[in-house]
């Protein structure tokens, strides 16, 4: 697609449960990351994929958290047995070639843990 | 420890008057700047960048003024428009290749008619 796309825009989980977030970031951009924001607070990164390189996870605030990226596209960010403190909303983005220009966001999921 | 810091909140302008965004960073390394835009239940959406090479970088409206020296740089927007009104983010990286952000906090903007 023309842009990066995030499903699904609005979760709300009960604390304990598992979710699962995707993201289809622009095609041929090799780069995707995700970040989060919380009430309040900027954008705290989580994971950092880089073409067929491992991914930098130094962002990722504890084991339960957990991303992937399927043959260099999509994305799935895991959050298990969530707590509420995981509400936020939950941003994907890439980029291209040099990163000039930054990167390219997708619309996030809110997530809502009750 | 925030590495970038954007010390205002919020900031209300007049449509037409400039609008003076502010920006503070502490990690020396760092030598690409962005700023971007963002508006309630969208992405943020890259806006205009700057390299620790120069000093000024100009688009339209949008001037983004680095001082190295003070680690600190500005985003100036003139004239200002009500459809400026969203929330800027300043963002900083060591390099301007495949790198992650750092974000600040970001400042909510609001210009009145």
């Known amino acids: 697609g023309a842009g990066v796309s995030q499903s699904p825009s609005n979760k709300v989980t009960e604390k304990g449960k598992d979710v699962e977030l995707r993201c289809d970031p622009i095609s041929g951009h090799t780069a995707l990351y995700w970040y989060r924001q919380s009430l309040g607070q900027g954008l705290e990164f989580l994971i950092y994929f880089q073409g067929n390189s491992a991914p930098d996870k130094s962002g990722l605030p504890s084991d339960r958290f957990s991303a992937e990226r399927t043959g260099g596209s999509v994305s799935t960010l895991t959050i298990q047995r969530t707590q509420q403190e995981d509400s936020a909303v939950y941003l994907c983005a890439s980029s291209g070639a040099g990163g000039r220009y930054g990167y390219t966001f997708g619309s996030g999921t809110r997530l809502t843990v009750v | 420890d925030q590495q970038v810091k954007q010390n205002s909140p919020s900031l209300s302008v007049q449509e037409g008057r400039i609008s003076i965004l502010n920006c503070d960073y502490t990690n020396s390394m760092f030598d690409y700047f962005l700023w971007y835009k963002k508006y309630p239940a969208e992405g943020p959406t890259f806006l205009i960048s700057i390299s620790s090479i120069k000093d000024k970088n100009e688009d339209g409206r949008f001037t983004v003024f680095l001082n190295k020296s003070a680690k600190h740089l500005s985003l100036h927007i003139v004239p200002s428009q009500p459809g400026d009104s969203a929330v800027y983010f300043c963002?900083?990286?060591?390099?301007?290749?495949?790198?992650?952000?750092?974000f600040g906090k970001g400042t909510m903007l609001l210009v009145s008619p």
């Open positions: 963002a900083a990286s060591p390099l301007s290749g495949y790198s992650t952000l750092t």
